[in-house]
């Protein structure tokens, strides 16, 4: 939602503070993907303008976690999966882009899994982060989330006409450096992608950014360019991201990057303080810095004033 | 002159404490007293540390964020380490050994073992 609609009541504003901590919708516009804010896309009003739900990204659930900045993740996570469910026309699938845990505990990802089997969606896709895959010995994570890709931890699936491609990026890290997706990977990458003709819009997600937002905090993947630049064939390409707590959007191109909120707590701008730990915000702030986000395909084509990067300012100005 | 037979006995008490005390230091050293690393503010502190084979190293946590402590040689592996929580590890052979968090891979550290 924008900040500079002038006609907005005081009753909507009130709303929108109220459905903050909900997330953001994906808008196919012309078969380009644009992010709209779950908030907006839930109100049956203005919602209904958006066009079709056509899926929604949740990230950084980090369950487990019980620390002053949120000391309940749990209800955050369960109050945007009820918007996600009060959605008039639901999106069909939910895609998680990592850290769905705390510390990689099996108990987390029991909860974890009972409170995402509350999502009125057909498919929940994931990748993981870091933080589900700290445990010693690796596998908590693809255990319950292993099957879809054979335990390597990338897929692809294809849904209503797009191709999206799921990659882990969190293992092999390289010390004092960035997320890594490795060379078996990239090779996979490019079988994947030779038989999808330049015209398929190809929805890419991974936890970790996958463009340079802040290096030394290790907010980037260093050998992401290699996977971008298999993807410049292609007309339409949106890349989702988490890691970092906050939305950050970027145009490359036909290539759209967007990074999510987290459903559990903010984190700091790039560089702000120490490093990148949970921020504490006052209670009454928390829900307008959390959200997950949402995608529809739109019946109609955006003004450029409603452009995607518009709307992401206006997304992160607060909801 | 002739020294009381009490101040000789005092003397040599004297003298026994300060060997003893001289040994315990020493002995102290030689079994290696415990080393611990903190891991504060997204850093390993100290990032380099040397001690002597078969010591125990303990990195404890005091950020709000999890750490792990994960040898780059795959020899040690903590798995994730919450605030104020600890991971311990026994060093017998002497090397250098590098470690990083897996979570936050800026952090990186260094132990020499003697």
Known sequence: MSNDQPSRSRRNALKCLAYGGAGTVFALTGGVLTPIDLAVAADKTRGSKMGRPFFVQISDTHIGFNKPANPDVGATLTRSIELVNSMSIRPQLIIHTGDITHLSRPEEFDTAEQLLSQLAVSELHTVPGEHDVADTTVSEYFNRFGKASNNKGYYSFDHAGVHFMALINVLHFKPGGLGALGAEQLRWVNDDLRGQSASTPIVVFAHMPLWSIYEPWGWGTGDARLLIEQLRRFGSVTILNGHIHQIVQKVEGNITFHTARSTAYPQPEPGVGPGPGPLVVASDQLPARLGITTVSSIKHHLSPGDSTLADASGVAGGV | ?114
């Open chain 2, 1 to 114: 002159m002739r020294i009381p037979r009490s101040r000789v006995a005092l003397a040599f008490v004297g003298a026994l404490l300060l060997i003893v005390a001289l040994y315990t230091r020493v002995a102290s050293a030689d079994e290696t007293a415990p080393a611990q690393i903190v891991m504060k503010d997204f850093k390993f502190t100290p990032m380099s540390l040397t001690v002597k084979a078969g010591t125990t190293v303990t990195w404890a946590n005091k950020d709000d964020e999890p750490h792990t402590v994960t040898s780059d040689s795959g020899l040690f592996r903590s798995g994730a380490i919450d605030t104020d929580g600890t991971y311990s590890f026994r060093f017998e052979r002497p090397g250098t050994y590098h470690f990083t968090c897996s979570i936050h891979p800026q952090m990186v550290g260094t132990l020499v073992v003697q």
